[in-house]
Structure formats: C-alpha cells, structure tokens
C-alpha cells in the first residue's frame, strides 16, 4: 500500500476525531437499554449540531455539579428564553431512559446549550452493539 494513502487516512482521523467527532465510554445505567453501561461511542461536536430541533436526541454535557464530568441524557423538552439583551437562549430538560438509575435535571434543572458538548450517534464497541444510537 503506499504509504502517503497511509498517512493522509491517519492526518483525515486526527482532524475529523480533533474537530468533529469525539468518542465517550458510557459510565453508568442511567441511559439503559439505549446505552449500556461500558458502550463505547461517538458523539459529534456540538458546532455541528443544531441543538433547536433536539428533542428526543441524546446529549453529551458538563455535569452541572462538576464541570470535569461529562454526562448524557435525552432531551425531554427545549425551553426558549430571551434575555435582557433580547438574544434568545436555548435550555434543555433532561432525562436519562433508565429513571431509577438516572441523576437528571429533576435533581439540576435545565442544561444551557453552552453546556452541551455534542449529540450521541454510533455506539462502535463492544461489536454485538455496533450500530446507530437510537
């Protein structure tokens, strides 16, 4: 094979994995039977996503407790609110599918669109799950 296909697909990985696609290891039950604990998955970067039609999608965000986790959950409902400044700002109740195991915005409130890190779309491992996040 020759080499610079080689190292044009490994610099197109790195951009696309540095810019548009990110990957997150499920940690909980809480998104139970969509997501399992141990799922491996990618999510895209929230600059390509329109987070105004993202009912029923499942989000990536910072916990509002501690930035340095990152938490997923499915919007259940997109709150619109104008600010002072008349820029309109977009909020989001979340809820994890699995609600007996599911710390969600019934303990935190609504997620802020400045939040969100990106929307869930392929588990890639383990292989038996390998497929669309629906």
Do not use: W
Not at 11 to 27: D, E, G, H, N, Q
């Amino acid at each position: 094979m020759n080499i610079k296909i080689i190292v044009f697909a490994f610099i197109l990985v790195l951009i696309l994995r540095a810019f548009i696609f990110t990957t997150y290891k499920i940690s909980s039950r809480s998104m139970y039977p969509v997501l399992q604990a141990e799922d491996q998955i990618i999510a895209v970067n929230k600059n390509f996503v329109f987070f105004n039609n993202a009912l029923s999608n499942i989000i990536l965000f910072n916990n509002p407790y501690d930035n340095k986790q990152v938490l997923i959950k499915r919007v259940v409902q997109i709150v619109k609110k104008t600010s002072h400044d008349q820029k309109e700002e977009i909020f989001f109740e979340m809820r994890g599918d699995n609600t007996s195991h599911s710390i969600d915005s019934t303990s935190y409130g609504l997620i802020s669109e400045k939040q969100c890190i990106g929307k869930a779309i392929f588990i890639f491992y383990p292989f038996a799950r390998f497929g669309p996040v629906k």
